[in-house]
Nanobody, 121 residues
Framework: QVQLVESGGGLLQAGDSLRLSCAAS????????MGWFRQASGKEREFVAT????????YYADFVEGGFTISRDNAKNTVYLQMNGLKPEDTAVYYC??????????????WGQGTQVTVTS
């Protein structure tokens, strides 16, 4: 079992930057591709970004037009989501998740509990 704990959320203003972190409690962190998802109030959860096992490959959702960067530090068992130029529409609960495979068809097996990001205009 892998536990994932997100942190770094908060209340921001439009244009601010924020880095979310997700710490994984596993001894085999590099065996998992990692992803970030978000869910706005009243909306379905949506994919944001994913990163491969050693960070060599990344993939972002179409709505990500720049300003979001996913990265990972396997030595720290942590995946990050750097968000620059935040907009009110970025307001959501952000979740990290782990999958055994990498790619658009990846099935995420482990999920964190989420961290709230609120962006005001």
């Amino acid at each position: 079992q892998v536990q994932l704990v997100e942190s770094g959320g908060g209340l921001l203003q439009a244009g601010d930057s924020l880095r979310l972190s997700c710490a994984a409690s596993t001894r085999t962190f590099s065996n998992y591709a990692m992803g970030w998802f978000r869910q706005a109030s009243g909306k379905e959860r949506e994919f944001v970004a994913t990163i491969s096992y050693t960070g060599g490959k990344t993939y972002y959702a179409d709505f990500v037009e720049g300003g979001f960067t996913i990265s990972r530090d396997n030595a720290k068992n942590t995946v990050y989501l750097q968000m620059n130029g935040l907009k009110p529409e970025d307001t959501a609960v952000y979740y990290c998740a782990a999958s055994y495979d990498y790619g658009p068809a990846a099935k995420y097996v482990y999920w964190g509990q989420g961290t709230q990001v609120t962006v005001t205009s």
